[in-house]
């Protein structure tokens, strides 16, 4: 029987019906999985009660997974394939480092030179209401441009930085951020390695674009961003406990909300499929 979705909204996603990732998955089953994952860009999996090695285990079959070198401080002490994203206090009681985790849109990994091919997000404990995740299809954002601007930016690089919209980044944390991870001048237009597809690779971590001044570059980076983030390129996701959420980090770009009460409890667990190498260390980064 052919693999039974669901379109989660017209711009982007999909939820896989009928599978279970505590069960053993054929060869063919996960190809249908992957073409789809390819066909609408985000993948929802609900009910999966899976445990941490099961969720690596499936993970794996996407790809070599990342060990999180660049955000040392977010793995499990355990399971480096494992990124958490918590506001569960630390075991000495200070807060958790990663609360504010994703709360600018953003591709995964997107300022290392090995930007993530895609990431599995799993809902452990999620609020009553809120804490939802947005995604934007960025081939569509793409799309949409008019062919002068789509000129404008074919060569353009847009230089990443590792900065987290974090009220809670000690002085230390954000020096050995800077350290682990310089600025990374990615390509504004990416071409999909698999799909062939252009689409937009921009986010709020993009500070300029290379060889050009913040202040030139931030009104059309600020376009940019307006731009892929109309309502009609986007799905808002609101969690479900044991949901599995899977996207494709070369399309599509993501926010976490942050709207829920903050007193409650929120526990993701990601796992993050390595990319292929992208972009390079940004030009003003090695002058200084
Ligand atoms: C992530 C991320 C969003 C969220 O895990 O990469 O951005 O809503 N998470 O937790
Ligand atoms: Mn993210």
Known sequence: MALA???LSYALGAEVLDVDLSRPLTESRFGEIYRAF???GILLLRGQKISREQHIEFSRRFGELDRHDSLPRDRHPEYPELLMVSNLPQPDGAPSNSRYTGQLWHSDLSFTLMPSLGSLLRGVEVPPVGGDTMFANMYLAYDALSAGMKGLIADLHGVHSPERK???MSPEWEKENRLLNPPVAQPVVRVHPE???KALYIGEKVKAFEGMTDEESVPLID???RHSTRPQFLYRHQWRPDDIVIWDNRCTMHVALGDYDPTLRRHMERTTVMGTPSGHVASDAVAH
């Open 5 to 7: 979705v669901r379109p």
């Open 38 to 40: 390819l066909d609408h």
């Open 166 to 168: 974090n009220a809670g």
């Open 195 to 197: 799909t062939g597809r």
């Open 223 to 225: 376009y940019l961003i």
